[in-house]
């Protein structure tokens, strides 16, 4: 819908004013449990309530980062964990669409890979872990193919669920115009699973975040799934929290990038 | 009835068999009837006789299992140039502004030339829809985007407009109005038009002439010409002879 300027009335602009002041309130209600966390957080840590050495504490978490960004370590393990993501969940989307459309293509196609899907979706995909490791080694490909892995099987699965729910009747209507099976696909099927590919876009970013951090965790030398196996082995709670601070920062910016993608996708 | 105009559809000993796993049904047996150029013609039979059957068999976009469907003495073929067919629900794409729904037969057909382009966009400014083009379909009401919706099958510049029922999907008071409109349109632009309703008083509202269809396996038990010449449904609607045809079609479907 296009936004309507119109003048509007005492009362109306009393209901825009509340409204504006509720979502103020949210903000800062947000905002404030953050900064009340953080507070208590500190307070059992300096006072030594519990001891920092075990659940460390948000300056010392500031320390460390501020640490690894000084010798550059930081953006070494950001760039890798975020490439491992990035790769994976882009293979994932493109590959699973795209096998997707060809399930929704041929029915024979899939009845016969029905059950296949079936299994592997509900296969934990960390029990390939040994195999991948002794097909891919130690390197970042073994670990974006984790995140391929545990991301097409959703990707796939939404998509068609997508494509198969395109309406009925505009499918009818299409036919009546003398629309080929093609036509069909471009001029109906694909605009109308829209809303679906972005939601897809959505549980694969959570998806390609599992499988980076859970491949680096079995395998890796570098990335913040990596730093987080190495703190813990090594008892640097400050380490493991700062990556972990890290990755939440860099999940929200990735999803809040495909819900800007969203807005431009899905006008309607 | 002028006996020399063309016959533009014509249902031949019709019979159609549906098969699934449960089983097969007969849903037609010898139904024979015929449309001639420029007539509008009403389908009603009892609900689950097959209406929406007998536009997709006009439409080929179901293959009868005897019998012949022809159009213009040709048997029909799935996706005919000669045939518009109006859904139900406008069935608008709500990812397309109006202009872009209108011209979908165009490219589906491709002949989206600027040409047929131009003459399609014409029909929508002469109908009141000049205004609208750029707007999306849930901007619009009810009625107007049927309206959209019939521009959209007149735009591929069909013979025969197979209509099932457009207008149950309305309000009351929307669904009188949007049939006169459709009616009017249908008349200005001299179509011929094959209706199916399940709603007597509709199709005694639009009809030339009105076909009563059995229960299952359908076939044309009654044909009734209504000799309201020109008259326009809510005229109609007023006639005294509107009711006393509602009678007639009433009992003939409640045999």
């Known amino acids: ?268 | 009835m002028n006996t020399e105009t063309r016959t533009v559809l014509e249902f031949d000993d019709v019979r159609l068999v549906y098969h699934t796993e449960a089983g097969e049904t007969l849903a037609a047996e010898h139904m024979t009837f015929s449309v001639r150029e420029g007539e509008f013609i009403a389908v009603i039979g009892p609900s689950g006789c097959g209406k929406t059957t007998l536009l997709s068999l006009a439409a080929g976009l179901l293959t009868p299992s005897a019998g012949h469907v022809r159009m213009y003495g040709k048997e029909v073929r799935r996706g005919s140039e000669a045939v518009g067919y109006m859904l139900q629900k406008d069935e608008l794409f709500p990812w397309r502004t109006v202009e872009g729904n209108i011209v979908l037969p165009l490219e589906i057909r491709k002949n989206n030339t600027a040409q047929r382009r131009e003459k399609a966009l014409a029909l929508a400014e002469k109908y009141g829809l000049g205004g609208f083009l750029k707007h999306y379909p849930d901007q619009l009401s009810g009625g107007m985007r049927q309206r959209a919706a019939l521009i959209r099958t007149l735009a591929a510049e069909p013979q025969i407009l197979l209509l099932d029922e457009p207008f149950s999907a309305l309000d009351y008071q929307t669904r009188l109005s949007v049939c006169d409109d459709v009616y009017n349109i249908i008349r200005a632009e001299r179509k011929t038009a094959l209706l199916v309703t399940h709603d007597i008083s509709e199709a005694i509202s639009v009809a030339d002439r009105v076909l009563v269809l059995s229960a299952r396996p359908a076939r044309v038990v009654a044909a009734h010409d209504l000799e309201f010449g020109t008259a326009v449904p809510l005229e109609r609607r007023k006639n005294a002879r509107f009711s006393a045809w509602f009678d007639v079609l009433w009992k003939e479907l409640n045999v």
């Open chain 1, 1 to 268: 819908m296009k936004k309507k300027t119109t003048a509007c009335s005492p009362e109306h602009a009393l209901y825009l004013k509340k409204r504006r002041r509720e979502s103020i309130v949210v903000q800062i209600a947000r905002f404030s449990l953050l900064l009340a966390i953080l507070g208590i957080w500190e307070l059992v840590a300096g006072l030594k309530l519990v001891d920092p050495f075990i659940i460390s504490s948000p300056s010392r978490i500031a320390v460390q980062i501020a640490s690894l960004a000084a010798d550059g370590s930081l953006f070494y393990h950001i760039g890798v964990t975020l490439w491992e993501t990035l790769a994976g969940f882009a293979v994932a989307v493109v590959l699973g669409t795209a096998v997707a459309l060809l399930l929704w293509w041929s029915e024979r196609a899939r009845r016969v890979l029905e059950p296949y899907i079936v299994v592997l979706n509900s296969l934990p995909k960390i029990a390939l872990g040994p195999v991948i490791i002794i097909w891919f080694g130690t390197g970042s490909a073994a670990i974006v193919f984790i995140t391929v892995l545990i991301g097409i099987i959703v990707a796939i699965l939404q998509m068609l669920g997508g494509f198969m729910a395109t309406d009925k009747n505009k499918i009818l209507l299409l036919e009546s115009m003398g629309a080929s099976k093609r036509q069909i696909l471009q001029k109906l099927v694909i605009p109308s699973a829209l809303p679906q590919f972005v939601g897809m876009l959505k549980i694969c970013v959570g998806m390609a975040w599992i499988g980076s951090i859970m491949g680096e965790y079995i395998v890796s030398k570098a990335g913040l799934g990596y730093l987080i196996v190495y703190g813990g082995q090594v008892f640097k709670l400050d380490l493991v929290m700062a990556a972990t601070v890290i990755l939440c920062v860099l999940a929200a910016g990735m999803y809040a990038l495909v819900a800007l993608a969203e807005k431009f996708l899905v006008k309607k």
